[in-house]
Structures are given as structure tokens and as C-alpha cells.
């Protein structure tokens, strides 16, 4: 019996190691995604690192004083933020373009040179970028201290300690602990933890007393605990605005849900489109194709009738597709509705001649079904379908320009999570420029489908 | 050389008005050249049997006949169209039935009939009527409605071969239309073809039982390494002196062998046997003529 099995194990590993395909599968595939989501999560190939990954951040320094410019190029300095200093900085954050936009207010230096508190810097945040505009906040942190810390010192140990509510005794054992040259928020939170130790010790009889720290850890008090997490941007002059576009219904904005939906609607529609289009290599083994091709009326529209059906299948997955977000998730979509089925149109026509290009490019259905997994995956990590682009490295992100994937999910997530129309507005940009590269791009791939068909299908 | 004096004598014959007339025709597919300088004319009406071994160029042939592909060099023309400039009028008047079960798998056997009786132009009633005759010369009223997958393999051949001819052809050309069929199935499809050709439909019909041919076709055409060896009628072909060289040596004998001289020459021999006239059969030409050695599949040209 070990025999017998042992011989079937031989028949079964020689087929397996002549099926290109399924070695493909075993070996490159895993390798090749690998590499891609190790170099996009940061791992730098050969210990490469993660130098090129930052966080862009758009500046807009309405003070224009050679205090706000030393802001500018301290901000400049912070290794994981990539500056860019621009104007209308709340509508670039409002139409997804950027991650976050800090505004340095008029008088800001002006009240710095007198020793007065500066006015608050504004930061907008795309809340559909969540880990960029975390990251973006933390890095801001060190940089904002440093440069406001002189103007702001008492009103930061003002509000610390009322938030603490800590005894009048001891607040003068917290300042000496927090003002001084703390550079990071953590030094800050240690320095609150030391004070409020200090005052437990001293046994400050007088109530109210401040509940010990390792109560606060051990989670009693969260909320307190994160309201000092919240604060903070505020100790350091920082005001945040959070820039969730509003909705016609009333109802909260989900990113999670906006971007999931996008990400199906571009990525399961590629497997879909590009198994469809393969019915054409199907056809050819099976000698259908020649059939069709030796009747009067076929010729090209043997292509033609593949790229139509393709895209009503894909017209039909996305509705459906919506049609549930809508109704279990809440998903917008029925906010813009003609600029979301123009979207669908052009995306279903570029998925379809990219399906067809998959399936004209290929000698056999097995060929394409493992060239086209691994093409999909990869489009798919680095046009942003997985995660959000701009926590990719930065060639990353320019790579992710390439793929149809990155037009596509800023055209949906354009329209389902900013609420963007086709057209702009002069508050709202639009989703108009995706839409151009998306149906250019299609129209690309299906000439070249075309010219494949012609050249390997009609001529052999 | 006999051969070629007969492959000459059927270029000329080549006139105006013939259905297929073909002159110099080169293919190749990169270095392996599939078609070489062949030359061939079918009649109105006729039937041509085309054989060959694997790899003769035979179906490469049909292809370029059928607009499939493209000839690299020579003269076609078919029905008086040229294949690879008049495509789109060509296939309305020829049929072509593949080698392949080319058949929608997934769809019943009269909507496979629909589809491609539409794609060749018909419309309307005259559709359903086609329809109709090609469930009924296939023998599948009965199972109209059945999916092509649940066919039999003979149910598949009839059906692919009245696919071909829904749009009644003036032209057809039949690639080993009856291969891997049961005998009444075969029966059923050839009773089918000598229809359409007591109708006057010219015929080009390859295949490897030469019984087929025997009975089916008016003439015979014998390709080898992508040139013609010989080509007539069967008793033309039997009188071909490579033929009778081939045969000569052997026990079998062509027609017009001296009987008495053969039977002395096998009792010189020390076999006292009874020697009688016989007409070699297609096969036993078609061995003469292109050998026994056996031919490399993985050499054949791709289709």
C-alpha cells in the first residue's frame, strides 16, 4: 500500500513540476507579492529601509514672518514628512489630495516676538486618511512644542493641571517638570505621571487628590486618559479640524466603508473582467473562435461583442455591489448618482479592454490566469486598493500613477467618501481628471487588445 | 516524373469558372514550411479528397482556402474571390466544417443552430427553417432542447456538420468531419454529405479513412511535406508508377501486372502460389506513395 501511494506520489509531483502554472503559483507568486508588500509596509529589499517613505503634508503660512518661515523649515527638518508649502490648503485636504494641511495664522509670529500666546495653527485632516493624519500629528508634535514652548508654557500648565485636577500644592512640582526642554509627547506624559506620583507622595491632605497614575493605566479613567491624548495638540497651540464631508441625508460619513466598497469595485471587478475575457483563449482551443471568424458577420465584432458583454457583467456587479452598500452599509451612493454611473461606465469599459488585453497577450487560458493574478495584486497594492497610498513610499505612490487601479479608487472613493460630482465645484474638485485618464487609458488597452487579436488570433 | 507531369496536367486545367483554382501557394510558420509551391484545381461541383499524413499541410491548405489565414506566396482564388481580400463575400458562400467539435457546450442544440445560422446572415422565418433542417438532417428533433455537453460524440459531429451548412453553401469544405464517430453515426453524416453534393455542392473533403474517399470523392489529392505527390482519379492514381514501383516488389500486384510472370518468378522461389489480378486500394496508394515511416506528431504544423 506504501508502494502504490509512494508511485502515485511520483505521478502526482511530475505533473505537478511540468505545470508551469501551478509553479507559478507555488513559487512566484508568493515571492513577487511578497516583495511588494514588504517593500510597500517598509521593509526596504537587502535591509533597504524605509528612507523614501514620508508623509506628505501641505503648509499654507499665512503669516509670512520670519517666525512662521522658521516653523515652515523646522516641520521641513522631521525626517517622515515631506513638505509642501502651498495656498487653499483646506480644499486640497477637502478633495483627498492631501493627507493634512496646517495653516500658520496671521499674527503668529507677531505674538511669538511679544512673548503673547500665538494664535492656534490649524490642522486639517482628511479622516479618510486615518494613519497618515495620525503619524502627521505625532510628527508634529516635537516641532510645535519646540516652537511655541516659549509663549505657551503657562497656558499649557494651566490647562494640564486643571485636566488633572490636581491640588493647588502640587502644581508648582508640575511645572517644574514639564516646562523646560521637552521635546517629545511622551517626555510630556512622563512628566505628568512623575508630577502627579510626586503629589500622591507628599500626601497632600487637602481633596481633591488626583487619582494615582497606574489607575489611569489599568484603564479606570480612559476617558480622562483620553482626554489628555486629545488635548495635547491643543496644549501645543495645534487645532485640529477634522474635514468629514457632510452628507445630503444627514447621515456620518464611513471611510471604512467608502473605501472598502471602492476597493471591491475595482479589484474584484479586474478577477472577474479578466476570467471573462479569458473565454476568448477558451474559444480558441476549443475551435469556436475559427467558427465564428468563418461566418460572414463576425469578423472584429467577434472583439467587440467580448468587450460589450464584459462591461454589462461589470456594469451589473457594480450595481449590485452599490445596491448593498447602500442598504447595509450605508454607502452614499445615491448622493451623486449620475457622476457614480459615469464612474461605473468608464471603469467597467477600462476593467474590460484590460481584460481583453490579458487575453490577447496570452497563448493559453493558464498562462493568462497566472499573469493576470499576479498584475491584479500588484495593481492592486500599489494603486491603493489594499491600503491608502499615501502611507505607501513615495516611488510607490508615483508607480501607483501607472495602474488603473490608482484612477479608478480616486474616482469612487472621490465620489463616495468627498462627495465629489464629475464636475468640480469652487469648493469641491471633481472626479473628472480620473475619469479622462481612465477612459483614455481603456481606449489605449483595447487598440492594443485589437492589435493583438489581429496579429495572434486572425492570423493563425 | 509521372507525379509531376499529373500535377502539371491538373494546373492547367485550371480555367475560369473553377471553384478553387490555386497556383505556386507557399506557407510557412517561422522556419518549418508548412505549404510548398502547391498548385490545385476543383470544378464546380466536384468532390476533392485531400489526404495526407499529419503534417502534410492539408488543414494549413483549407485555412488559406477558408480566409482562416494567410497565404505567403501564390495565387488563390476560391469561387473566384480571393480568400485574403474578399473575406467577408467568400464566407457567405463557402461552409466550413472544423475538425474540432466547435460547439457551444453550454447551449441547446438548436440555439447553437440559431447562433450560428444569424452570424451567416439568416433571419426571420428563413432562420427557423434552416434551423429546423439541420435538427432534423442531424437527426436531433428529439433532443432540440438539450445541451450540447449532454451529446454523444456522434450527436456532436452531426450537429457540428450542419452548423456549416445552415446558410447552404455553394462551397464546403469537411476537416475529418466523421472522426471518433460510431459507425451508424458515420453512416448517418456521409448520407448527409452525398446529399448536399447530388445537390451540386463542391466538395473539399480531408480525412484519414480512405474508405471515405473512395466512396465520396471524384478526385484525390495526396500531399506530403506540404507539396502534392499525385493527384486524379483513383484509377489514375493507381496508375502511377511510383505506385506500381512501391507495389511491385511485394505480393500484391497492380492490375495490368504480368500474372504469368510473377508466377514464375514466385515458383523460381520455391512457392508454388495462385497469382490473380487486384486493384490496390486508396490505402495501400497512399502507403506507396508517402511511405510507412512513421511521422513525428510534435512536427505537425500548428493549426
Given at each position: 500500500?506504501i508502494?502504490?501511494?509512494l508511485t502515485l506520489l511520483r505521478?502526482?509531483?511530475?505533473?505537478?513540476?511540468?505545470?508551469?502554472?501551478?509553479l507559478f503559483?507555488?513559487?512566484?507568486?508568493?515571492?513577487?507579492?511578497?516583495?511588494?508588500?514588504?517593500?510597500?509596509?517598509?521593509?526596504?529589499m537587502?535591509?533597504?529601509?524605509?528612507k523614501?517613505?514620508?508623509?506628505?503634508i501641505?503648509?499654507e503660512d499665512?503669516?509670512?514672518?520670519?517666525?512662521?518661515?522658521e516653523?515652515v523649515?523646522?516641520v521641513?527638518r522631521?525626517?517622515?514628512l515631506?513638505?509642501?508649502?502651498m495656498s487653499?490648503?483646506r480644499?486640497?485636504?477637502a478633495?483627498?489630495?492631501?493627507?493634512?494641511g496646517l495653516v500658520i495664522p496671521?499674527?503668529y509670529g507677531?505674538?511669538l516676538a511679544a512673548?503673547?500666546a500665538?494664535?492656534?495653527l490649524?490642522?486639517y485632516?482628511?479622516?479618510?486618511?486615518?494613519?497618515a493624519?495620525?503619524v502627521?500629528?505625532?510628527q508634529?508634535?516635537?516641532?510645535l512644542?519646540?516652537?511655541?514652548?516659549e509663549g505657551l508654557g503657562?497656558?499649557?500648565?494651566?490647562?494640564?493641571t486643571d485636566?488633572m485636577?490636581?491640588p493647588?500644592?502640587s502644581?508648582?512640582?508640575i511645572?517644574r517638570?514639564l516646562?523646560g526642554?521637552?521635546?517629545?509627547?511622551?517626555?510630556i506624559?512622563?512628566?505628568?505621571?512623575?508630577?502627579?506620583?510626586?503629589?500622591a507622595?507628599?500626601?497632600?491632605?487637602?481633596?481633591?487628590?488626583?487619582p494615582?497614575?497606574?489607575?489611569?493605566?489599568?484603564g479606570e479613567?480612559?476617558?480622562?486618559e483620553?482626554?489628555?491624548?486629545?488635548?495635547?495638540p491643543?496644549?501645543?497651540g495645534l487645532?485640529?479640524?477634522d474635514?468629514?464631508?457632510?452628507?445630503?441625508?444627514?447621515?456620518?460619513?464611513s471611510a471604512?466603508?467608502?473605501?472598502a466598497?471602492?476597493?471591491?469595485?475595482?479589484?474584484?471587478?479586474?478577477?472577474?473582467?479578466v476570467?471573462?475575457a479569458g473565454t476568448?483563449?477558451e474559444?480558441?482551443?476549443?475551435g469556436?473562435?475559427?467558427?465564428l471568424?468563418l461566418?460572414?458577420?463576425?469578423?472584429?465584432?467577434?472583439?467587440?461583442?467580448?468587450?460589450?458583454?464584459?462591461?454589462l457583467?461589470?456594469i451589473?456587479?457594480l450595481?449590485l455591489?452599490?445596491?448593498?452598500g447602500?442598504?447595509?452599509?450605508?454607502v452614499?451612493?445615491?448622493e451623486?448618482l449620475?457622476?457614480?454611473?459615469a464612474?461605473?461606465?468608464?471603469?467597467?469599459?477600462?476593467?474590460s479592454a484590460l481584460?481583453l488585453?490579458?487575453a490577447?497577450a496570452?497563448?493559453?487560458?493558464k498562462?493568462?490566469?497566472?499573469?493576470?493574478?499576479?498584475?491584479?495584486?500588484?495593481?492592486?497594492?500599489v494603486?491603493?486598493?489594499?491600503?491608502?497610498?499615501?502611507?505607501l513610499?513615495?516611488?510607490?505612490?508615483?508607480a501607483?500613477?501607472?495602474?488603473?487601479?490608482?484612477?479608478?479608487?480616486?474616482a469612487?472613493h472621490?465620489i463616495?467618501?468627498?462627495?465629489?460630482?464629475?464636475?468640480?465645484t469652487p469648493?469641491?474638485?471633481?472626479?473628472?481628471?480620473?475619469?479622462?485618464?481612465?477612459g483614455?487609458?481603456?481606449a489605449v488597452?483595447?487598440a492594443v487588445?485589437?492589435?493583438?487579436y489581429?496579429r495572434?488570433?486572425?492570423s493563425s | 516524373?509521372q507525379?509531376?507531369s499529373?500535377q502539371?496536367?491538373?494546373?492547367?486545367?485550371?480555367?475560369?469558372?473553377?471553384?478553387i483554382e490555386?497556383r505556386?501557394l507557399e506557407k510557412?510558420f517561422?522556419?518549418v514550411?508548412?505549404?510548398r509551391?502547391?498548385?490545385?484545381?476543383?470544378?464546380p461541383?466536384?468532390?476533392l479528397?485531400?489526404?495526407g499524413p499529419?503534417?502534410?499541410?492539408?488543414?494549413?491548405t483549407?485555412?488559406?482556402l477558408?480566409?482562416?489565414l494567410k497565404?505567403?506566396?501564390?495565387?488563390?482564388?476560391v469561387?473566384?474571390?480571393d480568400?485574403?481580400?474578399?473575406?467577408?463575400?467568400?464566407?457567405?458562400r463557402?461552409?466550413v466544417?472544423?475538425q474540432?467539435?466547435?460547439?457551444?457546450?453550454?447551449?441547446r442544440a438548436?440555439e447553437?443552430l440559431?447562433?450560428?445560422g444569424?452570424?451567416?446572415g439568416l433571419?426571420?422565418?428563413?432562420?427557423r427553417?434552416?434551423v429546423?433542417?439541420?435538427l432534423e438532417a442531424a437527426?436531433l428533433?428529439?433532443?432540440?432542447?438539450?445541451l450540447?455537453?449532454?451529446?454523444?460524440?456522434?450527436?456532436?459531429?452531426?450537429l457540428?456538420?450542419?452548423?456549416?451548412?445552415?446558410?447552404?453553401p455553394?462551397l464546403?469544405?469537411?476537416?475529418?468531419p466523421?472522426?471518433?464517430v460510431d459507425?451508424?453515426?458515420?453512416?448517418?453524416?456521409f448520407e448527409?454529405?452525398?446529399?448536399?453534393?447530388?445537390?451540386?455542392?463542391?466538395l473539399?473533403y480531408t480525412?484519414?479513412?480512405?474508405g471515405?474517399?473512395?466512396r465520396?470523392c471524384?478526385?484525390?489529392?495526396?500531399m506530403d511535406?506540404?507539396?502534392?505527390?499525385?493527384e486524379?482519379?483513383l484509377?489514375?492514381l493507381r496508375?502511377?508508377?511510383e505506385v506500381?514501383a512501391?507495389l511491385g516488389?511485394g505480393?500484391?500486384?497492380?492490375?495490368?501486372?504480368?500474372?504469368e510472370?510473377a508466377?514464375?518468378?514466385l515458383?523460381?522461389?520455391?512457392?508454388d502460389?495462385?497469382?490473380?489480378?487486384?486493384s490496390?486500394?486508396?490505402e495501400?496508394i497512399?502507403?506507396?506513395?508517402?511511405?510507412?515511416?512513421?511521422?513525428?506528431?510534435?512536427?505537425?504544423?500548428?493549426?
Open positions: 500500500m508502494q502504490t501511494a505521478k502526482d509531483l511530475r505533473l505537478f513540476v511540468r505545470d508551469r502554472t501551478a503559483f507555488l513559487l512566484v507568486l508568493p515571492i513577487g507579492l511578497g516583495a511588494v508588500m514588504g517593500t510597500a509596509m517598509g521593509g526596504g537587502m535591509g533597504g529601509g524605509t523614501s517613505r514620508k508623509i506628505a501641505a503648509i499665512l503669516d509670512r514672518t520670519p517666525r512662521s518661515q516653523l523649515e523646522a521641513s522631521v525626517a517622515a515631506r513638505v509642501e508649502v487653499d490648503v480644499r486640497l485636504v478633495d483627498g489630495d492631501r493627507a493634512g496671521e499674527g507677531a505674538a512673548g503673547d500665538p494664535p492656534d490649524v490642522l485632516r482628511d479622516p479618510a486618511k486615518q494613519i493624519s495620525q502627521m500629528v505625532f508634529l508634535s516635537p516641532v512644542f519646540q516652537q511655541t514652548a503657562s497656558r499649557m500648565m494651566g490647562r494640564v485636566l485636577n490636581l493647588e500644592a502644581r508648582g512640582a511645572t517638570e516646562v526642554s521637552y521635546l517629545r509627547v511622551e517626555d506624559m512622563e512628566g505628568v505621571e512623575a508630577a502627579a506620583a510626586e503629589a507622595t507628599e500626601g497632600a491632605a487637602s481633596a481633591p487628590v488626583a494615582p497614575v497606574d489607575d489611569l493605566e489599568a479613567s480612559e476617558e480622562e483620553t482626554d489628555i491624548m486629545e488635548a495635547l491643543g496644549l501645543m487645532q485640529i479640524e474635514l468629514s464631508p457632510p452628507r445630503a441625508d444627514g447621515l456620518p460619513r471604512g466603508a467608502s473605501h466598497f471602492s476597493a471591491m469595485a475595482v479589484m474584484m471587478l479586474l478577477f472577474n473582467l476570467a471573462f476568448l483563449l474559444e480558441r482551443a476549443e469556436t473562435l475559427d467558427r471568424r461566418t460572414p458577420q463576425a469578423g472584429r465584432a467577434v472583439l467587440l461583442g467580448k468587450v460589450m458583454v464584459t462591461m457583467l461589470a451589473v456587479q450595481a455591489l452599490f445596491t448593498f447602500a442598504l447595509a452599509f450605508k452614499p451612493v445615491m451623486h449620475p457622476a457614480l454611473a464612474a461605473s461606465f468608464i471603469w467597467a469599459f477600462a476593467a481584460g488585453l490579458f490577447t496570452c497563448r493559453t487560458r498562462q493568462m490566469e497566472g499573469l493576470s493574478t499576479l498584475v491584479i495584486l500588484v495593481m492592486s497594492a494603486g491603493g486598493a489594499w491600503f491608502p497610498r499615501e502611507i513610499p513615495e516611488w510607490f505612490q508615483t501607483g500613477l501607472v495602474t488603473p487601479v490608482a484612477w479608478a479608487m480616486d469612487f472621490g463616495l467618501w468627498y462627495g465629489k460630482g464629475v464636475l468640480g469648493e469641491l474638485g471633481g472626479v473628472m481628471v480620473p475619469l479622462l485618464v481612465l483614455s487609458g481603456g488597452m483595447l487588445a485589437f492589435r493583438l489581429q495572434s488570433f486572425e | 516524373m507525379v509531376e499529373k502539371h496536367r491538373a494546373s492547367e486545367a485550371g480555367t475560369a469558372g473553377n471553384a490555386v505556386g510557412a517561422g522556419d514550411a508548412a505549404v509551391g502547391l498548385d490545385l484545381v476543383v470544378r461541383g466536384e468532390s479528397g485531400l489526404l499529419n503534417g502534410a499541410g492539408k488543414t494549413t483549407l485555412r488559406i477558408s480566409t482562416l497565404a505567403d506566396a501564390g495565387r488563390v482564388s469561387l473566384g474571390l480568400p485574403a481580400r474578399d473575406g467577408a463575400a467568400l464566407r457567405k463557402i461552409g466544417v472544423p474540432d467539435i466547435a460547439l457551444y457546450q453550454g447551449l438548436e447553437n440559431a447562433f450560428f444569424e452570424l451567416s433571419r426571420g422565418a428563413r432562420l427553417e434552416r429546423e433542417w439541420g437527426g428533433t428529439e433532443r432540440r432542447r438539450s450540447v455537453s449532454e451529446f454523444s460524440g456522434g450527436m456532436k459531429r452531426r457540428n456538420l450542419v452548423a456549416a451548412l445552415l446558410h447552404e455553394e464546403v469544405f469537411l476537416d475529418e466523421t472522426a471518433g459507425p451508424q453515426s458515420r453512416n448517418h453524416l448527409q454529405v452525398e446529399a448536399i453534393h447530388r445537390g451540386g455542392t463542391t473539399v480525412t484519414h479513412a480512405m471515405e474517399v473512395e465520396l471524384d478526385r484525390i489529392m495526396i511535406r506540404g507539396r502534392c505527390l499525385a486524379g482519379s484509377e489514375v496508375d502511377l508508377e506500381r512501391g516488389s505480393l500484391q500486384l497492380t492490375p495490368d501486372a504480368d500474372l510472370r508466377a514464375a518468378i515458383r523460381e522461389h520455391g512457392v502460389a495462385e497469382v490473380r489480378g487486384a490496390a486500394d486508396l495501400t497512399f502507403l506507396a506513395l508517402t511511405g510507412r515511416a512513421l511521422r513525428d506528431e510534435s512536427q505537425e504544423i500548428p493549426s
